[in-house]
């Protein structure tokens, strides 16, 4: 079939299989233009250069960090709201039975729908977000970005949406996340509940329902919800420090420290989940690390100060034999004298005020090893002996 220039594009994400022929050959039986990479490294530019309005990815012979890091990214990109992202996760006979719009957001063809082609589902798909108006693609875009925190306008921005579009699964599941950022929790719980009556593996819903039970208290409910969602759609770091965090409330740190380690290994700039691991205490291999990830991503002074958040917890528990370890890991990651210095101030500052002198005299010792001009670290020790003289 000849390819014409008004032809929707769309690019093909797949590992060359017994499938990836079925996929292209379905594709073009419906008028797309197609073209196909094995390489999501080299999506984004081919979605930029053909101006594609659909990216699909068979997930098929990826690995799933790769895959997780690729659409958490892409979502998030200059992209993300003006190419459709679709995701084969489960296929039959070339019968396209379930997508995803992106990691956030599992999206499951309709039973009527279930039988059609992969072609002809993408055709139909792209017909529909041809009609839909501005202020419904402004919506969508806020529906299907992924972000659990929305804007006072953006938040009225759904809200407009939602009253033009009400039976839009995604505007409605938007609309929940409003109805929960302005703690109206039995309008959002309602409509998410309404949407996975439709939409049975909303994740974004599911999500919504177990933030209200955790609101609430439910921790054991919430985190079964959380975890389902977690489990369609894995690798969002906003719901893996949230698993973290209702771990967190339940005392359950080994479990905590899995959920932020996967998204740290992910997603190390995320700040949200620097804050739940300041919770959580660490062994010396763990911080050892964190602190490798963070390596390249962050300042000296952020690197530092990352080094104490995390030794932080041990001190406050009086865990002085892991501190120690603690501190020495830390030591080996920090690789600037000013932030190896910096890092041994302010534990000695925290040892001393838990009424560890001892403990702290020691690292102060050690940061004046290190750097024997640093100042601080000298007043510090020098008041300290006074006191202890006293």
């Known amino acids: 079939m000849a390819e014409s220039k008004d032809e929707p594009v769309v690019v093909l994400a797949c590992k060359k299989n017994a499938s990836s022929e079925l996929y292209l050959r379905s594709l073009k039986s419906v008028g797309l233009s197609v073209t196909v990479t094995e390489s999501l490294q080299a999506v984004e530019e081919l979605?930029?250069?053909?101006?594609?309005?659909?990216?699909?990815?068979?997930?098929?012979?990826?690995?799933?960090?790769?895959?997780?890091?690729?659409?958490?990214?892409?979502?998030r990109s200059s992209l993300g709201y003006s190419v459709q992202r679709f995701m084969i996760y489960r296929s039959n006979n070339m019968r396209a039975v379930a997508f995803s719009l992106d990691v956030g957001m599992q999206k499951a063809l309709p039973k009527e729908r279930a039988s059609l082609s992969l072609g002809s589902v993408i055709q139909m798909s792209l017909q529909t977000i041809k009609q839909r108006n501005a202020l419904q693609e402004q919506?969508?875009?806020?529906?299907?970005?992924?972000?659990?925190?929305?804007?006072?306008?953006?938040?009225?921005?759904?809200?407009?949406?939602?009253?033009?579009?009400?039976?839009?699964?995604?505007?409605?599941?938007?609309?929940?996340?409003?109805?929960?950022?302005?703690?109206?929790?039995?309008?959002?719980?309602?409509?998410?509940?309404?949407?996975?009556?439709?939409?049975?593996?909303?994740?974004?819903?599911?999500?919504?329902?177990?933030?209200?039970?955790?609101?609430?208290?439910?921790?054991?409910?919430?985190?079964?919800?959380?975890?389902?969602?977690?489990?369609?759609?894995?690798?969002?770091?906003?719901?893996?420090?949230?698993?973290?965090?209702?771990?967190?409330?339940?005392?359950?740190?080994?479990?905590?420290?899995?959920?932020?380690?996967?998204g740290l290994r992910l997603f190390p700039q995320m700040q949200i989940l620097h804050t739940e691991l300041q919770k959580v205490p660490l062994l010396g291999d763990e911080i050892g690390e964190v602190l490798e990830l963070m390596n390249g991503q962050l300042s000296a002074d952020a690197i530092s100060q990352m080094a104490f958040n995390l030794v932080r917890p041990l001190v406050l528990m009086r865990k002085f034999n892991l501190v120690s370890e603690a501190i020495n890991m830390a030591l080996v990651k920090l690789t600037e004298t000013k932030s190896k210095s910096q890092f041994l101030v302010k534990i000695a500052d925290e040892l001393r005020g838990m009424g560890a002198k001892n403990e702290a005299v020691a690292q102060l010792h050690r940061c004046l090893e290190i750097d024997p001009k640093n100042p601080t670290a000298g007043d510090l020790l020098l008041r300290m002996k006074t006191n202890f003289a006293v």
């Open 47 to 75: 979605v930029k250069t053909m101006s594609a309005q659909a990216m699909i990815h068979a997930l098929e012979g990826f690995e799933r960090d790769e895959t997780t890091r690729f659409h958490h990214n892409l979502c």
């Open 139 to 262: 919506g969508l875009a806020l529906a299907t970005s992924g972000r659990f925190h929305l804007s006072p306008d953006e938040m009225k921005l759904v809200e407009k949406a939602y009253k033009s579009f009400p039976n839009d699964l995604m505007i409605r599941t938007a609309q929940a996340r409003v109805y929960f950022l302005r703690g109206e929790y039995e309008q959002a719980v309602d409509l998410a509940r309404r949407v996975l009556q439709s939409e049975p593996y909303a994740v974004r819903a599911m999500t919504i329902i177990g933030e209200v039970d955790a609101k609430m208290g439910q921790f054991d409910r919430a985190f079964q919800f959380i975890m389902k969602a977690n489990e369609f759609a894995g690798g969002n770091p906003d719901r893996l420090s949230l698993l973290a965090r209702l771990c967190i409330e339940q005392g359950r740190y080994p479990e905590a420290k899995k959920y932020l380690l996967e």
